[in-house]
């Protein structure tokens, strides 16, 4: 069973063309026009074991939503068709990652309810260009799309940098494990028959 998905989004602020793999080999081709969040993506990619591609253009020039929130978008759509009926699957997923100071957890839930709780203080309004309220759009935009649970917890931490580059190494890592095919799981695992 191959697990990938393409996506295509085109609107008057963006043009996104975008790939995903769920059982990859942590692979990233990544152009968004958004320095920081190919970044955070390519960390997000490579922890999580996926394959992603990502052909992006937006409308930087005004500022960095568009383009992020679209992304965002694409993504849990692309990984919402690749899971299919998501047979097999573990379903949850939990992950600490540390990076110096700080130090994350994202819980996922593949449950077909979306909900993204973000309990996170970012201390900088900014990372170089990049205005750092759009890591909650991002993610709330893909837990949406991807219609799952996702709780992102940062436990402590001062530098903004390091809290979001361990909020996404945990995303990926939380997202692999719950994306597991287990092989004691028969059909789905809910006793409602369906996710």
Request: glycine letters at 8%; hydrophobic letters at 40%; charged letters at 25%.
């Amino acid at each position: 069973m191959v697990r990938e998905a393409s996506v295509e989004r085109r609107t008057n602020e963006t043009d996104i063309k975008l790939s995903f793999a769920v059982d990859g080999e942590g692979q990233s081709k990544l152009e968004t026009s958004v320095p920081f969040l190919t970044h955070m993506l390519d960390l997000f990619t490579k922890h999580g074991q996926f394959n992603l591609t990502i052909d992006a253009v937006g409308d930087v020039e005004i500022d960095d939503h568009h383009t992020t929130e679209d992304i965002g978008i694409c993504l849990g759509q692309a990984l919402r068709e690749a899971l299919g009926d998501k047979k097999g699957i573990k379903r949850y997923g939990n992950a600490f990652v540390p990076m110096d100071e700080a130090l994350a957890q994202v819980v996922v839930d593949l449950s077909n309810r979306p909900h993204l709780e973000f309990r996170a203080e970012l201390p900088s309004a900014r990372v170089g260009t990049f205005d750092t309220e759009l890591v909650h759009e991002f993610l709330w935009k893909f837990a949406l799309e991807a219609r799952m649970n996702l709780h992102v917890i940062v436990h402590y931490g001062h530098n903004t940098h390091h809290i979001i580059e361990a909020i996404f190494k945990a995303f990926g890592r939380a997202l692999d494990e719950a994306t597991m095919i287990d092989p004691r799981v028969k059909g789905v695992p809910s006793t409602k028959g369906m996710l």
